[in-house]
């Protein structure tokens, strides 16, 4: 006989009710009649959601409402879908960054782990999404966020195997910051703190890289103390993975279709801004 508890989700109602109501205009839009799901909004929003933060296996969410697999599956990319499209695109970061008084953004890559992916590379007899980097299957994740470690944007999933400066180039960042400060107040300008996975973007005028020690050679003294000032500010960007990764256990590690993974980051994007509106501070440039 199986054995009943009392669980309680870590969420602030409000919030979950305002999504909740996403669910009903959504309903609406595609014209779902009355009674005819098993789910509430209300329930939708809390099973979404028990899959964000606790990271609750499908099957036990399946069981718990008594929906066979294939409706959970439906239930859930419905749920994630309404939800990370209420995360900001790439473009709305950024202005929304320049409009706080930000003098600088963090552009940083992580890694979402998967299950074995066999999905064949460019290299023979190496998974598309295999990170040799970290040495686990995976995707890469890009993330903008603002100097205080908020985050701001999440890109589409890229294979585990591309490199930071690679998945940039492909989910249209490269683009965005070559061209960020170009008709822009001076005022208004801002800098970009990267890592030397990005070496390839140090040409663009808004882009700080860390000084990269030459082959056989040293850096100079001054050089040393530049990149401990950059890496010190850029330390406090990179915080936003690591608040998303603790607030939605869902990226540590998942099972789901590896492609739509930058469906999930953006949900969780979406939530963690309603739960967590960021107080607007006026920061300095680099």
Not at 4 to 19: K, M
Not at 231 to 254: H, I, P, S, T
């Amino acid at each position: 006989m199986s054995v009943a508890y009392t669980a309680f989700l870590p969420v602030d109602r409000a919030a979950c009710e305002w999504f909740a109501r996403r669910l009903i205009a959504h309903r609406r839009s595609i014209g779902t009649r009355k009674g005819t799901r098993r789910l509430t909004p209300w329930s939708q929003a809390v099973f979404v959601l028990r899959f964000l933060i606790d990271g609750t296996r499908i099957a036990q969410l399946a069981a718990d409402n008594h929906l066979p697999s294939t409706t959970a599956y439906d239930n859930l990319w419905e749920g994630l879908e309404v939800l990370s499209q209420t995360a900001p695109r790439l473009h709305d970061a950024i202005d929304a960054a320049r409009e706080a008084g930000d003098g600088h953004i963090g552009l940083d890559g992580t890694l979402i782990p998967t299950t074995r992916a066999q999905v064949e590379g460019p290299t023979k007899g190496v998974d598309l999404f295999w990170s040799g980097k970290h040495h686990r299957h995976g995707v890469n994740l890009q993330v903008i966020s603002a100097p205080d470690g908020y985050p701001l944007w999440v890109a589409e999933a890229r294979p585990g195997r591309e490199h930071d400066a690679n998945a940039a180039v492909k989910t249209g960042v490269e683009a965005e910051i070559a061209l960020l400060n170009i008709g822009v107040n001076d005022n208004e300008h801002m800098l970009v703190l990267v890592d030397l996975g990005y070496e390839k973007f140090r040409a663009f005028p808004a882009v700080v890289v860390p000084h990269k020690a030459p082959k056989g050679g040293k850096l100079t003294e001054a050089q040393k103390d530049w990149n401990r000032l950059i890496g010190a500010k850029r330390a406090l960007a990179e915080k936003a993975n690591a608040d998303l990764k603790m607030r939605f256990r869902c990226l540590q590690k998942v099972s789901l279709n590896p492609w739509r993974i930058g469906t999930i980051a953006r949900a969780c994007l979406a939530f963690f801004r309603i739960e967590r509106p960021r107080r607007l501070v006026l920061t300095q440039s680099a």
